[in-house]
């Protein structure tokens, strides 16, 4: 079936510093990939998507593009800020059945921190 | 606008009581997802809804668990029998249709403790 793999954390970065945090996918069919943001006591929020090859989603200085070649959707930032620190997930949605579900499959998260 | 909402929060339980968790997605959102989200298992899919339809509950982890949703809105799942391994956030998301990716919205999530 279809899976995700992101690096794991913790990361620990001072403000300022440049961000990648890896994902990579597997699925049979053409997922629409996402990036999804877990706030100290928030819900999850979606940050960015893509929906086909080459796309780059991109939000809050937040970019990441859409590499089948590759079967990635590396997360990244210029310049991270105290604010960014929260949990980063990444996840794949392909739609599937006639009634075209969006089931989304996540990856194990990954826990930023971000030093002053 | 409200968001979805979840209730309750938190619920803590002895192992082998039955656990009701309510979601109520944003008004006019026609599918409902249900995820849970614990240590071992990172973000799991449950169960979901088109309408008050069920079309894939594969992910259900055993026959205790069971979701039902009336009115096209509100949905309820309930776990009979509980298990500590059942201790977890259980999330809904709630989106505007099937089709084209829509974005779906997380409630705040029920941390269901069970001891």
């Known amino acids: 079936g279809d899976s995700v793999t992101q690096m794991e954390g913790p990361v620990t970065l001072s403000e300022e510093a440049f961000l990648t945090i890896n994902c990579t996918y597997t699925?049979?069919?053409?997922?629409?990939l996402f990036w999804y943001v877990q706030y100290p006591g928030e819900g999850l929020q979606l940050l960015l998507k893509?929906?086909?090859?080459?796309d780059k989603g991109s939000n809050k200085g937040f970019e990441a593009t859409y590499r089948k070649e590759t079967t990635s959707f590396h997360l990244e930032k210029g310049s991270v800020q105290v604010s960014d620190s929260a949990v980063y997930f990444c996840?794949?949605?392909?739609?599937?059945?006639?009634?075209?579900?969006?089931?989304?499959?996540f990856g194990q998260g990954t826990r930023l921190t971000i030093n002053p | 606008g409200a968001g979805v909402s979840q209730s309750p929060s938190n619920k803590v339980t002895e192992k082998g009581k039955d656990v009701e968790l309510r979601c109520d997605p944003i008004?006019?959102?026609?599918?409902l997802y249900w995820y849970r989200q614990s240590l071992g298992q990172g973000l799991e899919f449950l169960i979901y809804?088109?309408?008050?339809?069920?079309?894939?509950k594969s992910g259900l982890p055993s026959d205790r668990f069971s979701a039902e949703r009336t009115g096209g809105s509100v949905s309820t799942l309930t776990i009979q029998r509980t298990q500590q391994e059942d201790s977890a956030v259980y999330l809904c998301?709630?989106?505007?249709?099937?089709?084209?990716?829509?974005?779906?919205?997380f409630g705040p999530g029920t941390r269901l403790t069970v001891l």
């Open positions: 998301a709630s989106t505007y249709s099937e089709g084209s990716y829509n974005e779906q919205f």
């Open positions: 699925a049979t069919g053409y997922p629409s």
């Open positions: 893509a929906t086909k090859a080459d």
């Open positions: 996840a794949l949605s392909d739609l599937w059945g006639v009634w075209g579900a969006q089931k989304l499959v």
């Open positions: 008004s006019g959102h026609t599918a």
């Open positions: 809804f088109q309408g008050n339809s069920a079309p894939d």
